[in-house]
């Protein structure tokens, strides 16, 4: 059998293709982060946690509602994103005039206040959340055997990031969005409504963070403290993308998600900084980011 | 750091009880036949916030207030009292509040919770001070062996243990090749080693070992490098939500069918929390269940009752460690360091924890440990009702013997 490096090829397909699953996670994380800081110019720190809200808010569904996957697939999105509105509106609109670092701390408090408030309720340990019915079982693919639920992982969280660049780039929406953040005054004079604008920008945000939380909820054990170990991964795709490019967030969460996988085969300790010295040398040799603009 | 450490020592073993009584003598002023300030002052930390804090947390914290109500209940009028912090899993957080309490507050006794790093650190500046450690949540068996101090009690579990009584009993019904998934630091090392020698010794081989980084959040590729390589069992040597996202992913890629999954550390909190459905069958070593007897059943009622979860066997020991610590005050009529020590050492522990137990001169205590399996969803008549007895293992069999210790100031 044919092999590369000492590792057989199947091997090597099989790890490459849940490179891309775990990547489709980072993609769909990121490409939330890239659009509100790109459109709010916020770097929205408590994202991991509003992931974790919505993986706990799908798993309290089936607990105290009676409610399964797919109804909270939905339902779960929408309420993490009008309480995103809700914390806009009341809290985060009032930091827009200063600095980056205000708009960070504020997030970062929220981060440490919502992580503690489910710990307490929850503990840390966490709750288990099943595969749906429709998407047990496992493909054999020759190489590898798939679980099908990765595979739709992988499915929606692409249809949903072409679907957000689309709307962005390619709609009047998204030119009134991105009009809005250049040169909100002018936008403004044009008669469209920028504060709501943002708002719903924001909520959007939240609610992609939240979509992930309860695609990941079957996999992983929902706890209090899954998204603070994922944030600052995703943290680091957005950086390397470059901050605010859209684009740059979806293609560099899939392939670093294949870089991690790679290195689980070849030097599987260093798995979790290999993210980060990629991060270090796309700093050192593009400062903004592989896909962003330099200003 | 000791002069009782100084290897080469010889002699017999009321030799070391009469080596502490004259330590304690020379230890100074003021330690005769009284408490120090007039109070007993007793130090917890353990991780509150993170991973472990489900296993002994702020509820190891409660369990050690129950001790302390029940002795005051029989001896009004001794001042005990009781700190507690998170080290957030941090071993540099640990040691400096040990030490500021111990130089500050005039701490009497240090209980060391989760996380084998932690405890390494803060058994050090224990026996700097000259005052008892009880590490209680920690499994490293380092603690006992090449980091011994005559201050270090170790009490509920260690990895050699969990090393004999689970790997022991799996290669001997038959499971002869193992692949290791291993958390890539000090606790999940020692582990993997210590089993690695139980698995040859027992006639069965490793057939290798995929090392992760702590908190990996996603195993299913190192699932896939488990099942390419064939063995009967993958063992996990690593603990807490390492485990439980390793056995899900296991599940998920039918690793679960095809190899059979041994977890070399956890705890009934673990498994309440991943549900019988995907634990079932799994062989654990505990030190100690809730169940297990009518003493403990009654113990856990009233835990049950203040925190709304069933104790897991280290919080049992945070509260039979603080009981048959005071005890041994009160026996010593002392809180000198040296003396509590000897005091603890040739007492016999019989208490809803352990029956005829004892710590040994390097620190272990020796007490039966408990083979289990976590039962069916049919099986299970409650809530907490997660595993059944396979076998009770005998403590001089399940722990290294005094033999095979490293320790360098025991007397061989």
């Known amino acids: 059998m044919s092999s590369v490096l000492g590792v057989p090829l199947p091997a090597l397909l099989a790890q490459l293709l849940l490179g891309l699953v775990n990547g489709s996670f980072y993609a769909l994380l990121s490409l939330g982060l890239a659009v509100i800081f790109g459109l709010l110019n916020v770097i929205n720190f408590s994202h991991g946690a509003l992931y974790m809200m919505g993986a706990m808010t799908a798993w309290m569904g089936a607990q105290y509602l009676g409610l399964g996957y797919w109804p909270m697939l939905v339902l779960a999105p929408l309420a993490i994103g009008a309480l995103g509105v809700l914390f806009e509106r009341l809290l985060l609109r009032r930091l827009y005039g200063l600095d980056h670092l205000y708009g960070l701390l504020l997030t970062f408090g929220a981060t440490l206040l919502i992580e503690g408030l489910f710990r307490s309720f929850f503990g840390a340990s966490g709750q288990p959340y099943p595969v749906p019915e429709l998407l047990r079982g496992s493909a054999n693919l020759g190489f590898m ?34 009009a809005g953040t250049e040169n909100p005054a002018l936008t403004k004079a044009f008669g469209v409504n920028v504060p709501r604008l943002i708002t719903l920008t924001y909520g959007f945000g ?49 392939a670093l998600g294949v870089v991690e996988g790679l290195t689980r085969v070849f030097y ?15 700093l050192l040799l593009r400062p903004a980011g592989l896909f962003g603009r330099q200003t | 750091m000791s002069r009782s450490r100084t290897p080469g020592v010889s002699g017999t073993s009321p030799w070391l ?63 005990i009292e009781l700190m507690t912090a998170d080290h957030q899993n941090k071993a540099d957080i640990a040691s400096s509040k040990a030490r500021e309490w111990f130089d500050q507050k005039g701490l009497d006794l240090l209980i060391g919770g989760t996380n084998s790093g932690a405890s390494l650190a803060m058994k050090t500046v224990a026996a700097e001070k000259k005052k008892p450690f009880i590490s209680i949540g920690a499994g490293t068996s380092k603690l006992t062996n090449e980091e011994c101090t005559p201050y270090t009690v170790h009490y509920a579990y260690d990895t050699i243990a969990l090393a004999n009584v689970t790997g022991g009993a799996v290669v001997r019904a038959g499971g002869k090749s193992w692949y290791f998934l291993t958390a890539d630091y000090a606790f999940g090392q020692s582990l993997e080693k210590d089993t690695s020698a139980v698995v040859s010794a027992n006639g069965g081989k490793v057939l290798g070992a995929v090392r992760h980084p702590l908190n990996a959040s996603d195993f299913s590729s190192f699932m896939l490098q488990a099942q390419a390589s064939g063995a009967q069992i993958l063992g996990l040597a690593n603990a807490g939500g390492d485990t439980i996202n390793a056995i899900k992913a296991a599940n998920e890629f039918g690793v679960a069918g095809s190899m059979k999954l041994v977890g070399l550390l956890m705890f009934n909190t673990d498994v309440h929390s991943l549900g019988l459905e995907l634990t079932k069958g799994m062989y654990m070593t505990d030190g100690w269940t809730w169940n297990q007897s009518e003493e403990s059943r009654a113990w856990s009622k009233r835990f049950f009752d203040k925190v709304k ?14 009981l048959q610590y005071l005890q041994a005050v009160k026996a ?73 210790s490293k320790c360098p100031f025991i007397r061989k």
Request: aromatic letters at 6%.
């Open chain 2, 309 to 322: 979860r069933m104790p897991s066997m280290v919080q049992a020991g945070d509260y039979s460690a603080t």
């Open chain 1, 206 to 254: 939240v609610a992609l963070a939240a979509l992930a939380g309860v695609l990941a909820a079957p996999i992983l054990q929902v706890q209090p403290l899954m998204g603070s170990n994922l944030i600052i991964v995703v943290f680091a795709v957005v950086v390397i993308g470059g901050m605010g490019s859209i684009a740059g967030a979806i293609l560099t969460g899939l």
């Open chain 1, 145 to 178: 055997v798939l679980p099908i639920y990765r595979a739709w992982v992988v499915v929606v969280s692409l249809l949903i990031c072409a679907a957000t660049w689309f709307v962005i780039e390619r709609t009047p929406l998204g030119a009134r969005l991105r």
């Open chain 2, 332 to 404: 010593a009529g002392t809180d000198d360091g040296d003396a509590v020590m000897a005091q603890l050492k040739k007492t016999r522990i019989n208490d809803m924890f352990a029956k005829d137990a004892y710590i040994r001169q390097d620190g272990r205590m020796i007490h039966d440990m408990r083979l289990v399996q976590v039962k069916t969803p049919a099986e299970s008549q409650a809530e907490w009702d997660l595993v059944k007895l396979v076998e009770i293992v005998p403590g001089e069999k399940a722990y290294q013997s005094l033999a095979d």
């Open chain 1, 268 to 282: 599987p300790p260093g798995s979790s900084t290999v993210v980060f010295v990629v991060m270090a040398l796309v």
């Open chain 2, 17 to 79: 009880a009469a080596a502490a009584a004259l330590l304690a003598l020379l230890a100074g002023p003021g330690q005769a036949q009284k408490l120090s300030d007039g109070a007993i002052r007793i130090g917890f930390i353990t991780d509150m916030s993170s991973v472990y804090s489900d296993l002994d947390g702020s509820a190891g914290g409660i369990a050690i207030q129950m001790a302390i109500d029940d002795f005051k209940a029989k001896n009004p009028g001794l001042a």
